[in-house]
């Protein structure tokens, strides 16, 4: 079945590194995208990983992708006040429309 | 500079009424959806649109219902609000296919309070 688990809550002190983790369940998934939702906001992408890739990196953005342990995740590095979001885990197969998001993660930066 | 729009922040309506809530996107996408965004549950899909006057039932459809009789606007309806229903509401649309330019946006949500 269909499944994306996310921590509830993350916090971490302005200029460190977050790893915000992510676990799917469907090992067919296509894929893999990371979305902030800033507070009163709609979902912006921030960025998403193929299945055939083991990661990724943006900026000061990092993804890892474990594909045996169905694990994905996002690395902040230098961390900044204006990260603090919930942060959401989505997965999709290539051939459906439907993406499967997680529960999301709330960050919090303390200065 | 791509925009889904929702027509209403904020929504304060009674049990029992019946609700319309309005998205519209100008990126000529084809794919449109409803999601309910709950605290510790993410989002949760209740309808997606595929095309025009096509829709398919998500996760959670009960209690509401969908139109799509243009391709830039899905509407999503609540025939009778009831208090469960109270959450925040997104729409988002996308283009089918492959890779990046498949990302779905999504409207600013609209918070429906139902008392």
């Known amino acids: 079945g269909e499944d994306v688990e996310q921590s509830l809550f993350l916090s971490v002190r302005e200029g460190d590194s977050s790893v915000i983790n992510c676990t799917y369940t469907?090992?067919?998934?296509?894929?893999l995208y990371w979305y902030k939702q800033e507070p009163g906001a709609g979902l912006q992408l921030l960025t998403y990983?193929?299945?055939?890739?083991d990661m990724k990196q943006d900026q000061r953005l990092t993804v890892l992708l474990n594909k045996k342990d169905k694990h994905l995740s996002l690395r902040i590095a230098d961390t900044q006040t204006g990260d603090s979001a919930i942060y959401f885990c989505?997965?999709?197969?290539?051939?459906?429309?439907?993406?499967?998001f997680g529960s999301g993660t709330r960050l919090l930066v303390r200065p | 500079d791509v925009k889904v729009t929702q027509s209403s922040r904020y929504l304060v309506k009674r049990t029992g009424e019946k609700v319309f809530l309005e998205c519209v996107q100008d990126?000529?996408?084809?794919?449109m959806f409803w999601y309910r965004q709950d605290p510790g549950l993410g989002l949760r899909l209740i309808y997606f649109?595929?095309?025009?006057?096509?829709?398919e039932k998500g996760d959670i459809p009960e209690g509401y219902s969908v139109s799509r009789e243009k391709k830039e606007r899905f509407s999503l309806i609540l025939e009778s609000a009831s208090t469960n229903q109270t959450s925040m509401y997104l729409c988002?649309?996308?283009?089918?296919?492959?890779?990046?330019?498949?990302?779905?946006?999504f409207g600013q949500g609209t918070r429906l309070t139902v008392v």
């Open positions: 988002a649309s996308r283009t089918p296919g492959q890779g990046s330019s498949t990302e779905a946006f």
């Open positions: 469907d090992s067919s998934s296509t894929y």
């Open positions: 990983i193929f299945s055939n890739m």
């Open positions: 989505a997965e999709r197969m290539d051939s459906s429309y439907k993406l499967i």
């Open positions: 990126m000529d996408h084809e794919n």
């Open positions: 649109s595929y095309d025009v006057k096509m829709k």
